[in-house]
């Protein structure tokens, strides 16, 4: 349900949920058809992929054209996705845990860069710093029922952009994310293993994990780039990931987390 796009749209429907306008193609005539519908920019990207590739912004119709047979070569017999682009909007990653009957969230991170800056690439924030109660709740509610109607046992990640007081839900993916280490760490609960130990038959309340911790302090991943060893690499952040190592900085406050981030990322 997660991965077929219209499967997904029936669910997000169901759940009252938002998410961007979007489309499927497999040739450059009907991505046309779709771009024309639901206005540029666009992000055109393949099916079944990760780490950003064959993923572009996409601004006009001679680039669509080119986009899509890259991304139509890597899909394969499956269609090409092609996604409103909101521009600058906030991502947010939320890692949650769930049993099937508890879902407990295990963080809110908010990217620094905005959306369209792979999350594997982006610093983030735990707790987030610019996203007021009303977002964070909308963000909470749909992490929930998502986990719910999907029943997840064990790892959820969602992504979202947050773009003029509204939360759209970018992907949905049932099983750990890169961010799982660092949300541990940050909190001081395994996720991964109760995650495994949930998957092997234990509930949640009997692991003793039943709420969500917010630190009493801030937590900044950044990501470690080795563009020192790539003389000539484009050193501009965007769909396709990256780095080759991350760091995390902590602090009481949100700069000097994010000062101390920078210093060994280099």
Not at 138 to 155: D, F, H, P, T, V
Not at 170 to 199: C, D, F
Request: hydrophobic share 40%; no cysteine.
């Amino acid at each position: 349900i997660a991965e077929d796009r219209k499967r997904f749209k029936q669910l997000l429907d169901k759940l009252d949920l938002l998410q961007p306008e979007n489309g499927t193609a497999f040739e450059f005539q009907e991505a046309k058809q779709v771009a024309q519908r639901i206005g540029y920019p666009v992000l055109v990207r393949p099916s079944y992929v990760l780490g950003g590739r064959a993923m572009e912004i996409v601004y006009d119709e001679s680039n669509l054209e080119r986009f899509t047979k890259e991304a139509a070569e890597v899909s394969g017999e499956h269609p090409v996705l092609i996604d409103k682009f909101l521009e600058d909007a906030i991502e947010v990653d939320v890692d949650l845990n769930g049993d099937g009957e508890t879902f407990v969230i295990g963080g809110i991170l908010e990217h620094i860069e905005q959306a369209g800056v792979h999350s594997g690439d982006a610093a983030m924030s735990l707790p987030t710093h610019t996203l007021g109660p009303d977002i964070l709740k909308k963000l909470r509610e749909a992490s929930y029922r998502l986990a719910k109607e999907l029943n997840i046992i064990g790892l959820m990640n969602v992504q979202y952009a947050v773009k003029d007081a509204k939360v759209y839900v970018l992907e949905v993916n049932p099983r750990a994310s890169r961010t799982v280490p660092l949300v541990s760490k940050v909190i001081g609960v395994p996720l991964a293993k109760l995650a495994t130990k949930v998957m092997l038959g234990k509930k949640l309340k009997d692991l003793g994990f039943t709420k969500e911790v917010i630190p009493p302090y801030v937590a900044v991943k950044e990501s470690v780039f080795p563009f020192n060893r790539f003389p000539g690499v484009d050193v501009m952040l965007g769909r396709l990931m990256k780095p080759n190592g991350e760091v995390l900085g902590i602090d009481m406050d949100f700069a000097s987390a994010h000062l101390k981030s920078q210093i060994p990322a280099g």
